[in-house]
Each structure stands twice: as structure tokens, then as C-alpha cells.
């Protein structure tokens, strides 16, 4: 992919894989992704209100749903971006195969997009900005900053240097072990569903259904609930806390993310492993922690102390603000 300038390139080039065929396998899988989602979902609907589904299909497609969100919010992304919590190696394995399941790309490829948004920071080079491309060009229109940030940088920008943004996890067994078995997760997402209602429903219509409802209908619901933190929550919401970028709390958009809608407080406190700081901020990911640390299987939690939410408050006198 070209830039536009010398400048903007040398830029890109610390923080991206400027390849043109890395690019257009890029661009590639993020077709069939959005695209194959899409047609499921649509049709999903289609069905929905032609014919009698079961309300069986409801719970299959809310637990997939919930099951794909938390392995994006909990393994991709309190675990696997920002190290938040310890965990045992296979529960390790679990959440990061869950955030696989949702085809949103492989857990390195993803972590690294991240990083990288973090480090820019709605600046020019964040991957996901609602403000800037990759090379600097800025978006004014509304409907051009939402869909640069929420699917369109999937088609404009060069894969994220997994060197710069990933090298801890080039080292890491359990993420290398998610990560080359990425295309089987996906497919697992998709035929698990079919399987669990072909037990209850012995039928090809029964099969097809629990692939359509929770594989592909879920796969859209879980794809565009995540890309709205990049865009509507870079867009809108409050900012009670200070940050390098324009990041917002949306409150109504934290049930189906499970927390990450609680994005001004994670840009305030990125080692966070709760999103929702208040008790009356409903974080689901940081719910499904402490259930799994009752149980032993999850440790040492970061939180930011009162103290340090204080110092980060909008108009505090202690406030340090960064560069």
C-alpha cells in the first residue's frame, strides 16, 4: 500500500508490515470475514420472521455470543494486550481460543493492532482512529470517521508489526499455540453450534440451523459490537478520566461487550483488569475474572487504587497529564 508522503512512511514503517502481499491477504480474509458474517446474519433474520424458530436458537446464539465477547474482551484483550491477570496455562488457552472463535484475526495479529492503537492514540498510524488513516489523512465527515474506524481501516491499513508491538508473545507457548491454529478455532466456532442442536434437533434443518444461528448470525453480533469500541466509543460517550486520545465511556453498549464499552477507563488505566471501575458500571469480563479467581484458576488482578483514579479525574489538582 502506498502512502501519500516520505514522511507518513517512514512513520507507518516502525509501526506496520508495509507489504503488498501481506496487504492483500489482509484485505482478503477481512472480506470473506465481514462479508460471510454478514449473509448470515441477514438471512438469520430472514428466517426469523418467515418461519418458527425455537427459542432454543435465542440461548444458543446469546451463549456463543457471550462466549466470543468474552474471549475478545477477557483473553484478546485484558489478557493477551495488556497482561492484566495471571492465569494457569490452560485457562489461558481457553480464553485466547474463545477470542479466536469470533474471526477477528489471530490473537498476535490482534494484540498488535491494539498495542499499536494505544501507542498513536488517535493520532496518525493508530490503526482504528475515527480521525486519521494510517498515513495521515484525515477524516472531518461524520459517516467517513465511522467507517474508517469501525470496518473500513481493515481495507485501507498494513498489518501491525508483531516485532514492535508483539515480541512477548512470539516467546509465549500458550499464545504461539492459539495463534497457528487460528482458521481451526474459526471453523470449530461455526460447527460447534450445529452440533450442540443437532442434539436437540436430530435433523438437517436442526444442523443447519445451529450453524446459522450460533456460528455465522453470532460471528456478525460478536464482529460488530467489538468494532463499535473502535468507532462509537472514539466518537461519543463520556470522558471522566484524562487520556492520550478521545475515548468514551457508552454505558447501554457494555451489556453485549461484556465491559469494553467502558473504553475512557480503559485508556486511563490500559493494565485494568475491570473496565467498569464503579460498582454501577456493569463489566460482565471483569465479572466472569473474579468467578474464575473464586475458583482458582485466575490471579494477581490489576486494578488502579482510589488514589490513582482520583489523580486521573477531568479537573483533578493532582492530575498528571501525559505527554
Keep these: 500500500?502506498?502512502?501519500?508522503?516520505?514522511?507518513?512512511?517512514?512513520?507507518?514503517?516502525?509501526?506496520?508490515?508495509?507489504?503488498g502481499r501481506l496487504f492483500k491477504n489482509q484485505?482478503?480474509?477481512?472480506?470473506?470475514?465481514?462479508?460471510?458474517?454478514?449473509?448470515?446474519?441477514?438471512?438469520?433474520?430472514?428466517?426469523?420472521?418467515?418461519?418458527?424458530?425455537?427459542?432454543?436458537?435465542?440461548?444458543?446464539?446469546?451463549?456463543?455470543?457471550y462466549i466470543g465477547m468474552v474471549g475478545i474482551s477477557v483473553g484478546f484483550h485484558r489478557l493477551g494486550s495488556h497482561s492484566s491477570f495471571g492465569a494457569k496455562s490452560w485457562v489461558r488457552r481457553m480464553f485466547l481460543i474463545f477470542g479466536s472463535l469470533s474471526a477477528q484475526g489471530p490473537v498476535m495479529y490482534w494484540v498488535s493492532n491494539h498495542r499499536r492503537h494505544h501507542h498513536k492514540g488517535d493520532k496518525p498510524g493508530d490503526v482504528h482512529s475515527p480521525y486519521f488513516a494510517e498515513d495521515g489523512t484525515q477524516f472531518k465527515n461524520v459517516f467517513n470517521q465511522f467507517w474508517q474506524s469501525h470496518t473500513g481501516w481493515m481495507f485501507r491499513s498494513n498489518p501491525s508489526n508483531p516485532l514492535r508491538y508483539s515480541l512477548d508473545l512470539l516467546k509465549d507457548k500458550d499464545v504461539t499455540f492459539v495463534n497457528r491454529h487460528y482458521y481451526l478455532w474459526v471453523f470449530l466456532g461455526v460447527l460447534v453450534p450445529g452440533v450442540v442442536s443437532l442434539a436437540f434437533y436430530p435433523t438437517l434443518e436442526g444442523f443447519a440451523l445451529g450453524l446459522l444461528y450460533g456460528g455465522l448470525f453470532r460471528l456478525f453480533t460478536v464482529q460488530h459490537v467489538t468494532w463499535a469500541i473502535n468507532?462509537?466509543?472514539?466518537?461519543?460517550g463520556a470522558r471522566p478520566y484524562r487520556s492520550r486520545d478521545r475515548s468514551g465511556n457508552l454505558a447501554w453498549l457494555s451489556f453485549l461487550t461484556a465491559g469494553e464499552a467502558w473504553h475512557n477507563n480503559h485508556h486511563?488505566?490500559?493494565?485494568?483488569?475491570?473496565?467498569?471501575?464503579e460498582t454501577r458500571q456493569f463489566d460482565p469480563?471483569?465479572?466472569?475474572?473474579?468467578?474464575?479467581?473464586?475458583?482458582?484458576?485466575?490471579?494477581?488482578?490489576?486494578?488502579?487504587?482510589?488514589?490513582?483514579?482520583?489523580e486521573k479525574?477531568?479537573?483533578?489538582?493532582?492530575?498528571?497529564?501525559a505527554e
Design 1 to 19: 500500500m502506498q502512502m501519500e508522503n516520505g514522511t507518513a512512511n517512514s512513520k507507518v514503517a516502525k509501526s506496520a508490515l508495509n507489504s
Design 27 to 65: 484485505w482478503l480474509v477481512a472480506f470473506i470475514t465481514v462479508v460471510t458474517p454478514a449473509v448470515g446474519f441477514v438471512y438469520g433474520l430472514y428466517y426469523l420472521f418467515a418461519y418458527e424458530v425455537p427459542l432454543f436458537y435465542f440461548f444458543l446464539w446469546a451463549a456463543m455470543h
Design 231 to 236: 468507532s462509537l466509543t472514539h466518537m461519543f
Design 268 to 277: 486511563a488505566f490500559p493494565y485494568s483488569a475491570r473496565l467498569g471501575l
Design 285 to 310: 469480563g471483569y465479572i466472569t475474572l473474579l468467578a474464575f479467581k473464586a475458583m482458582g484458576l485466575v490471579y494477581d488482578l490489576k486494578v488502579p487504587t482510589d488514589k490513582q483514579k482520583e
Design 313 to 321: 479525574l477531568v479537573g483533578s489538582d493532582n492530575l498528571l497529564v
